[in-house]
Nanobody, 124 residues
Framework: HVQLVESGGGSVQPGGSLRLSCGAS????????MGWFRQAPGKEREGVAF????????YYADSVRGRYTISRESGNNTIHLQMDGPNPDDSGVYYC?????????????????WGRGTQVTVSS
């Protein structure tokens, strides 16, 4: 089993920056594919970014590409999501997800492990 804990959420002004983190513990070998998802009120959950530990591949949703950066800390199972230039549409609860399978990263059903989420509010 893998436990995922997100941190770093909060309020940020449009055009600012925010960095989210997700720490993994437990059987972390079962979570070498990790992604960030978000869900705004009244909207479906959306895959935002993904990183594969095996080769370092990263993928992004079109809506955040060029503004967000997903990364992994060297030597451990903590990942980050650097959010630069967010806008109000980026607001929502951000979830960290993990699994050992490499597949359709943007689909929530791909992941076995989920954190509880951290709230991000982009507002002036």
């Amino acid at each position: 089993h893998v436990q995922l804990v997100e941190s770093g959420g909060g309020s940020v002004q449009p055009g600012g920056s925010l960095r989210l983190s997700c720490g993994a513990s437990g059987h972390t070998y079962s979570s070498n594919c990790m992604g960030w998802f978000r869900q705004a009120p009244g909207k479906e959950r959306e895959g935002v970014a993904f990183v594969y530990f095996g080769g370092g591949s990263t993928y992004y949703a079109d809506s955040v590409r060029g503004r967000y950066t997903i990364s992994r800390e060297s030597g451990n199972n903590t990942i980050h999501l650097q959010m630069d230039g967010p806008n109000p549409d980026d607001s929502g609860v951000y979830y960290c997800a993990g699994d050992r399978r490499y597949g359709a990263w943007y689909q929530g059903s791909q992941y076995s492990y989920w954190g509880r989420g951290t709230q991000v509010t982009v507002s002036s």
